[in-house]
């Protein structure tokens, strides 16, 4: 088999990033993607063709491995190749990425359980279930130091991201209740990541649910699709977002690889 690797820019496999994109059973949120834009890539060569490619983040973290359907009966040896080249420790993995997963399944690493990614059922949610009091608006610069004794460091890059206007926030009386995010998604053209931060003097009140809507509410009026995505292990934000109709079937998963 003659194939080799080769360093690269993004926008030199571009069109391979697209068509891996159109083989997922459903989209995967901010977190991941960036990982994926913040990695390293390299083009795949088999006898002189490029044929796919490959992510890496922080030089051991695989975040997308790719080829085209007719170099599938290579795929096991490519990929062992790719592990056996590089000092990677473990492995990013949408279970909506079939061909990654089958992959990664073939060399029985220890399997980890990292996200849950969500999607919106489009189911109402009854009126008597949102927090139906206070006002829900795009963030300004003078809301920064309350959102920041609210959030701590749930937010990085914050004045930025107000500039950008992806922060909102949730208020009644002057108190801040809550915090909204919204995330449009690079490489997956008209979704967009939703999150929320609770106050947590005022939890339980349906305020995070609440949030999750008018976010919602907001990415279909700017023809966006919301997902969004939380820690494996966070069941408060699993049943928020549950609560706010929003649904799970794909999970990410963290492969640890144990080389021979």
Same mark, same amino acid.
């Given at each position: 088999m003659r194939c080799d690797f080769k360093q690269c820019k993004q926008e030199e496999i571009i069109d391979f990033m697209q068509e891996y994109i159109c083989t997922l059973q459903s989209p995967f949120d901010s977190f991941l993607e960036e990982h994926i834009l913040k990695s390293t890539f390299y083009m795949i060569n088999f006898n002189e063709e490029v044929v796919g490619y490959y992510g890496i983040f922080k030089d051991d973290l695989l975040t997308q491995f790719y080829i085209k359907v007719p170099l599938y009966n290579k795929s096991k040896e490519i990929f062992e190749e790719i592990i056996s080249n590089h000092p990677i420790t473990s492995i990013f993995v949408p279970t909506s990425d079939e061909f990654l997963l089958s992959s990664v399944i073939d060399q029985d690493y220890k399997i980890n359980k990292q996200a849950y990614f969500f999607q919106d059922s489009k189911i109402p949610i009854?009126? =008597?279930?949102?927090?139906? *009091?206070?006002?829900? #608006?795009?963030?300004?610069? *003078? %809301? /920064? @130091?309350?959102? $920041? =004794? /609210? *959030?701590? %460091?749930?937010? %990085? #890059? $914050? @004045? @930025?991201r107000i500039d950008e206007g992806q922060i +909102? /926030? +949730?208020?009644?009386?002057?108190?801040?209740?809550? /915090?909204? $995010?919204?995330?449009?998604?690079?490489?997956? =053209?008209?979704y967009a990541s939703v999150g929320m931060f609770t106050n947590e003097n005022y939890r339980r009140h349906g305020i995070g649910r609440t949030i999750i809507h008018h976010l919602k509410q907001w990415c279909y009026s700017n023809n966006l699709t919301p997902i969004c995505g939380c820690w494996y292990y966070n069941i408060n934000s699993k049943l928020t977002l549950e609560s706010a109709g929003m649904v799970t079937k794909t999970r990410l998963l963290n492969i640890q690889v144990e080389k021979k």
């Open positions: 009854p009126q =008597e279930k949102l927090y139906n *009091s206070g006002q829900f #608006r795009k963030a300004v610069l *003078s %809301d /920064v @130091e309350k959102i $920041l =004794e /609210v *959030s701590h %460091d749930f937010l %990085d #890059r $914050l @004045e @930025e +909102f /926030v +949730f208020i009644k009386e002057n108190i801040l209740l809550g /915090v909204g $995010l919204i995330e449009r998604s690079i490489l997956q =053209e008209g």
